[in-house]
């Protein structure tokens, strides 16, 4: 039997239950939140979450290649312009405030840029979403931004509990989560009402459902893999070689 599609108002409700999987319930983020990462955690947290940054423009820029409502491209362009800032504007773009995050953590913007940090599990996790992004339809790569309804809770989490449990970061450094605050909600919005009107059978919407999941997944092993190589120690051929074996790159 055909099951009949939910109302949009319990559809949004389906859609934000999974804030339940998000990576905020990650044992290693719950660690770094509760301020019990070592500063080399804390370090390499920021160093490959770089990568998922400098995806970011990337992924968004697949979905503005693949949009032909220019309504929508009008205002997914900002999202582009957020991370990547613009010549001769003042405020700061996302990938620069990220940088300076790395800078306050004390790591310096060769270490940063060079990719030396980047755990092989990460550029896979973080590739998956870009190459999706470039497959699948406008609509359904928006659906797939939708973590971020859950964002604004992990960011304002992080400004909370980070000045006193790392004294040791420089304050200026908390500029992204700030900056992020505001722009997450925004984004949420206009990406929540392409889904919205987009998914509408009962079989789409449970598409939909899937696809957040899936980026849900990707969040969840970034974080696995951070976890195993920082917290365990366990970083990719551990007593067999240095890590800069790893493979360079984008693939
Ligand atoms: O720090 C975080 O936990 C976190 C998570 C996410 C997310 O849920 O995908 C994003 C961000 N930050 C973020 O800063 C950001 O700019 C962003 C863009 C997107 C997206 O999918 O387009 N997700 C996220």
């Given at each position: 039997m055909l099951k009949p599609a939910w109302t949009k108002e319990e559809f949004e409700q389906q859609l934000r239950a999974?804030?339940?999987y998000y990576h905020i319930h990650h044992p290693f983020h719950k660690r770094m939140n509760a301020g019990h990462c070592s500063k080399e955690e804390i370090q390499g947290w920021v160093a490959n979450r770089l990568y998922y940054q400098m995806a970011i423009p990337v992924k968004d820029a697949a979905i503005l290649a693949n949009c032909e409502d220019q309504e929508v491209r009008r205002t997914w362009i900002q999202r582009l312009i957020d991370h990547d800032g613009r010549e001769g504007d003042t405020s700061l773009g996302g990938i620069e405030?990220?940088?300076r995050l790395g800078e306050a953590v004390g790591l310096n913007?060769?270490?940063?840029?060079?990719e030396f940090h980047i755990l092989p599990g990460v550029k896979f996790a973080v590739n998956a979403y870009v190459n999706f992004a470039r497959r699948a339809s406008w609509q359904e790569a928006a659906c797939s931004s939708l973590t971020e309804m859950f964002a604004p809770e992990i960011?304002?989490?992080r400004l909370d509990t980070w000045p006193t449990h790392y004294t040791w970061i420089n304050q200026e450094g908390f500029t992204y989560f700030q900056m992020r605050l505001g722009q997450a909600r925004r984004d949420v919005e206009h990406g929540l009402q392409?889904?919205?009107d987009h998914f509408v059978t009962r079989n789409q919407q449970e598409?939909?459902?899937n696809i957040l999941q899936f980026k849900i997944d990707i969040l969840w092993s970034i974080a696995d893999a951070i976890c195993f190589a920082y917290e365990y120690g366990r970083k990719p051929f551990d007593g067999i070689a240095n890590q800069q074996v790893c493979h360079t790159g984008r693939f």
């Open positions: 999974k804030g339940a405030a990220w940088l913007r060769d270490e940063l840029l060079n960011h304002q989490s392409i889904t919205l598409r939909a459902l």
